[in-house]
């Protein structure tokens, strides 16, 4: 054997390493050609706002987070929850009321682990009353439409006086304004992410200014979606999916079904928190908009478009989603998400990027033809 092909086998075989707790059965995309175009899209996310509005696109990365919370419940655990928005306007409110009323480094840091936490124990006491109540299918789903309805109209009559922590006033529809810049780190060794305070040029391109908060969220948004990657493709995501496609065989197995879906919804009411936290970071401002009946139903709609079953799915279809209706005014919005459902559901019932990702593994290997013995079956990729 060469020295060269010895090298490219222990190159090959390096690469195949470091990718493998990212690929398996639950997720698209386990070819050389995937993640090239995964990397490809990442460096374009990363150069976009030298040719376009990273302000705005740095909202819908932070939307994507909560799709991806919901991918995460409801496509690989079975329940749909119209929750999310319940423990993302928590995850938010919580970081206000920390943040201003400890407008520090450190304060401000603590008030995004708050905010974070605030998340997840909210959608722990609910996902404990709910699941080891012996609560299941469509009634889960009421529980937490329901429990959105109730967080909304609470909030939005916490205009008085009276409805204020320390020095953060609850607003009622007015909202908590003056929200602290986000800042990391402790007094004397922090950093605030503010929006485009570096000016710069290249010659050819002209002066542009790039956002630290953007490239935050980007980070995040990238760094989660791999850990998902990893957590659905672990023995633990299996028993996920089980539970998804048979919950009742899946408990026959001797899986613990009340457990694993009570700290999935948990995590996903974390992840929805994180969400919560940078939304309000980035506007230093909330409102009780947060918990209205459009906002819980933007994730599923997000989420089936792209494909409830595909992580990847879920985060693209949010930027894509967000992106038409932020351009369009008013009703013509709403009647488009709705026709896009409508037209999902009823022609591409799986989403459109899984649907997508058929055709191409179908156009490369060819209609008819074996898969190989190095090409993974096609059906073997439940989901992303």
């Known amino acids: 054997?060469?020295?060269?092909?010895?090298?490219?086998?222990?190159?090959?075989?390096?690469?195949?390493?470091?990718?493998?707790?990212?690929?398996?059965?639950?997720?698209i995309g386990e070819s050389r050609g995937f993640w090239v175009g995964f990397l490809v899209a990442v460096a374009a996310l990363v150069v976009y706002p030298v040719f376009g509005d990273g302000s705005?696109?740095?909202?819908?990365?932070?939307?994507?987070?909560?799709?991806?919370s919901l991918s995460l419940v409801w496509g690989y655990s079975g329940v749909l929850s119209f929750g999310q928005v319940v423990f993302f306007g928590i995850g938010a409110y919580t970081f206000g009321v920390?943040?201003?009323?400890?407008?520090?480094?450190?304060?401000?840091?603590?008030?995004?682990?708050?905010?974070?936490?605030?998340?997840?124990?909210?959608?722990?006491?609910?996902?404990y009353f709910m699941f080891y109540g012996g609560v299941r299918d469509v009634y889960v789903t009421i529980i937490t439409l329901v429990s959105t309805i109730v967080m909304h109209t609470f909030?939005?009559?916490?205009?008085?006086?009276?409805?204020?922590?320390?020095?953060?006033?609850?607003?009622?529809?007015?909202?908590?304004?003056?929200?602290?810049?986000?800042t990391l780190g402790v007094e004397g060794?922090?950093?605030?992410?503010?929006?485009?305070?570096?000016?710069?040029?290249?010659?050819?391109?002209?002066a542009f200014e790039i956002s630290p908060f953007y490239y935050l969220v980007l980070v995040l948004l990238v760094g989660t979606y791999l850990a998902l990657r990893v957590l659905?493709?672990?023995?633990?995501?299996?028993?996920?999916v089980a539970i998804r496609e048979d919950e009742d065989r899946t408990e026959m197995f001797g899986y613990n079904v009340t457990r694993v879906k009570f700290i999935v919804f948990t995590l996903g009411g974390a992840l929805a928190g994180l969400s919560g936290v940078?939304?309000?970071?980035?506007?230093?401002?909330?409102?009780?908009?947060?918990?209205?009946?459009?906002f819980a139903t933007l994730p599923v709609i997000w989420v089936s478009i792209g494909g409830r079953k595909s992580l990847l799915g879920a985060a693209v279809a949010t930027l894509a989603v967000e992106y038409l209706r932020i351009s369009m005014a008013g009703e013509l919005a709403l009647v488009l998400l709705g026709t896009l459902l409508l037209v999902t559901i009823l022609v591409l019932p799986d989403g459109v990027v899984p649907w997508v990702h058929q055709r191409i593994v179908?156009?490369?290997?060819?209609?008819?033809?074996?898969?190989?013995?190095?090409?993974?079956?096609?059906?073997s990729e439940v989901s992303d």
Do not use: C, H, K
């Open 1 to 27: 054997m060469s020295t060269n092909s010895a090298n490219g086998e222990a190159n090959s075989s390096l690469l195949g390493r470091l990718r493998s707790p990212f690929e398996g059965p639950n997720t």
């Open 56 to 68: 705005q696109l740095s909202l819908f990365m932070i939307l994507a987070l909560l799709g991806l």
């Open 98 to 127: 920390v943040s201003i009323n400890f407008a520090t480094p450190g304060g401000i840091t603590a008030a995004v682990v708050a905010g974070i936490v605030g998340g997840g124990v909210s959608a722990a006491i609910l996902g």
């Open 155 to 182: 909030m939005a009559q916490t205009a008085g006086s009276e409805w204020a922590i320390g020095e953060a006033a609850l607003g009622g529809f007015n909202g908590m304004p003056d929200i602290p810049l986000l």
């Open 189 to 206: 060794a922090s950093y605030q992410f503010i929006y485009n305070p570096f000016p710069m040029r290249i010659i050819g391109i002209g």
């Open 232 to 240: 659905v493709n672990s023995d633990y995501g299996r028993v996920m």
């Open 278 to 294: 940078l939304y309000a970071a980035r506007n230093v401002y909330i409102d009780p908009t947060v918990f209205s009946l459009l």
């Open 362 to 379: 179908t156009a490369r290997i060819g209609p008819g033809e074996d898969n190989g013995p190095n090409v993974p079956e096609t059906s």
